[in-house]
Nanobody, 123 residues
Framework: VQLVESGGGLVQAGDSLRLSCAASGNIRSPYIMGWYRQAPGKERELVASIISDTDSTNYADAVKGRFTIARGGSKNTVWLQMNSLKPDDTAVYYC?????????????????WGQGTQVTVSS
C-alpha cells in the first residue's frame, strides 16, 4: 500500500487549504483512513479519520468545526479540507491507512503512512 499526499503549503491565519491523499495497492474494506500531524517538539497526533464501510468520522477537539475529512473516487482518495487555519495548525501532516482484517474477537491492524506534507500558517 502506498499513500501519496499533496496540498500543503504556506498560508496566513484564517486561510484554507485542502490536503489530498491518494492510496494505491491492495486496499480492501474495512479500513480506516486518517490524517495525523506532528509539530516541532511535539508528538504525532490524530487530526481526523474516516471509516470505509460507514463513512463515520472522528475529529480532534482542536479542529472540530474547522476541518472536514472525506473520501471518494475510485482511487481511494481522502481529502482534508482545512478552514480558518491558525498558527497552531502548523505541522507536518501525514496520511495514514489502517487496514483491518477481522479475527474472531477483534481485528488485525496494519498501518501504512505517507511521507508527510508541510502546512505552515503564519499569523
Amino acid at each position: 500500500v502506498q499513500l501519496v499526499e499533496s496540498g500543503g503549503g504556506l498560508v496566513q491565519a484564517g486561510d484554507s487549504l485542502r490536503l489530498s491523499c491518494a492510496a494505491s495497492g491492495n486496499i480492501r474494506s474495512p479500513y480506516i483512513m486518517g490524517w495525523y500531524r506532528q509539530a516541532p517538539g511535539k508528538e504525532r497526533e490524530l487530526v481526523a479519520s474516516i471509516i470505509s464501510d460507514t463513512d463515520s468520522t472522528n475529529y480532534a477537539d482542536a479542529v472540530k468545526g474547522r476541518f472536514t475529512i472525506a473520501r471518494g473516487g475510485s482511487k481511494n482518495t481522502v481529502w482534508l479540507q482545512m478552514n480558518s487555519l491558525k498558527p497552531d495548525d502548523t505541522a507536518v501532516y501525514y496520511c495514514n491507512a489502517k487496514l483491518l482484517t477481522p479475527r474472531p474477537t477483534d481485528y488485525d491492524v496494519r498501518d501504512y503512512w505517507g511521507q508527510g506534507t508541510q502546512v505552515t500558517v503564519s499569523s
